[in-house]
């Protein structure tokens, strides 16, 4: 049941970032990855919808720590002028305190739409 909950508020998340919606997007791929945070893809589109370059830089270390073959976010990586080689250390050494899901992930400030209510508007 989490995992279906957790994969409902990520395509909401996505849903609302390609809207434009940014704030709304970040609440949900947050409580999302509140349920499940080894998912790349989530962190991948928190990454598009972070509020400044550290928060997406840590974004994308998660990515990368998941999946170090993730092609996106290889490149947004290099965009950003970084070298990913240098940026993801081995998963034994890797510091936590860098990646740690609860810095990232805030409560929602607002009442978060149903599904239902989203689709029938």
Do not use: F, Y
Request: a negative charge.
């Amino acid at each position: 049941m989490s995992d279906e909950r957790a994969r409902e508020l990520e395509e909401r998340g996505i849903a609302a970032a390609k809207a434009g919606r940014k704030d709304e997007a970040r609440a949900l791929l947050q409580h999302s990855l509140r349920i499940n945070s080894n998912n790349d893809n989530a962190w991948l589109w928190l990454a598009s919808v972070a509020r400044d370059k550290r928060e997406r830089l840590l974004c994308l270390q998660k990515v990368l720590e998941l999946n170090p073959q993730n092609e996106m976010g290889l490149r947004a990586v290099r965009a950003m002028g970084i070298d990913p080689q240098k940026l993801v250390p081995q998963r034994a050494t890797i510091d936590q305190s860098l990646i740690d899901v609860d810095e990232l992930v805030e409560e929602p400030r607002v009442p978060l739409p149903s599904l239902d209510a989203l689709q029938n508007a």
